[in-house]
Antibody, heavy 119, light 107 residues
């Protein structure tokens, strides 16, 4: 069974950074890319970026360049996303989602991490 | 960026009713279109991909179709478990973009 287990909800101060994780199981981690998605009430679902763990290659939505940094640890089958210089606009639920094989769909999703930016 | 415009934004329907949700792409995306279902308090789940193919485990009452750059999701006989928000997504070119969502409620 494919499972993406994300880390817990976060409360962070404005200007700080946060790193959230996504542990994959039930499939070969290096065979699939991983997406990250932002869901906020005003903006719906937004693709943040993609990481290919096998070759540590990333691509980003221009909107999130400089905001998000994607990494992956092949030894622990875990993908990470760090969000920097947080503002209230970054308060949202963040999902990791597996990229489908040979297509660009989001075929399995993590349970989501709620990031709240507040002083 | 490719814009995906969903309609309606919300929809109230009765059990066993036929429900149709549409998604208009701002340019040609071929059949690179997916639908996702998000139940209350849950993460989205892939429902349909490639415009018409059902994801694993999706009931046959769901179907997808296309006319030009307009895509449709049809639920043939609405069930209680179908309540939630539905999103379309284009998978033709980056940045991958989603529609604004259609909230489906029971009448």
């Amino acid at each position: 069974e494919v499972k993406l287990q994300q880390s817990g909800d976060e409360l962070v101060r404005p200007g700080a950074s946060v790193k959230i994780s996504c542990k994959a199981s039930g499939y070969t981690f290096t065979n699939y890319a991983m997406y990250w998605v932002k869901q906020s009430p005003g903006q719906g679902l937004e693709w943040i970026g993609t990481i290919i763990p096998l070759i540590d290659t990333t691509s980003y939505n221009q909107k999130f360049k400089g905001k998000a940094t994607l990494t992956a640890d092949k030894s622990s089958n875990t993908a990470y996303m760090e969000l920097s210089r947080l503002t209230s606009e970054d308060s949202a639920v963040y999902y990791c989602a597996r990229k489908g094989l040979a297509n660009n769909y989001f075929d399995y999703w993590g349970q989501g991490v709620m990031v709240t930016v507040s002083s | 960026d490719i814009q995906m415009t969903q309609s309606p934004a919300s929809l109230s329907a009765s059990l066993e009713e036929i429900v149709t949700i549409t998604c208009q792409a701002s340019q040609n995306i071929g059949n690179w279109l997916a639908w996702y279902q998000q139940k209350p308090g849950k993460s989205p789940q892939l429902l349909i991909y490639g415009t018409t193919s059902l994801a694993d485990g999706v009931p046959s009452r769901f179907s997808g179709s296309r006319s030009g750059t307009q895509y449709s999701l049809k639920i043939s006989r609405l069930q209680v478990e179908d309540i939630g928000i539905y999103y379309c997504q284009q998978a033709s070119s980056t940045p991958w973009t989603f529609g604004g969502g259609t909230k489906l409620e029971l009448k």
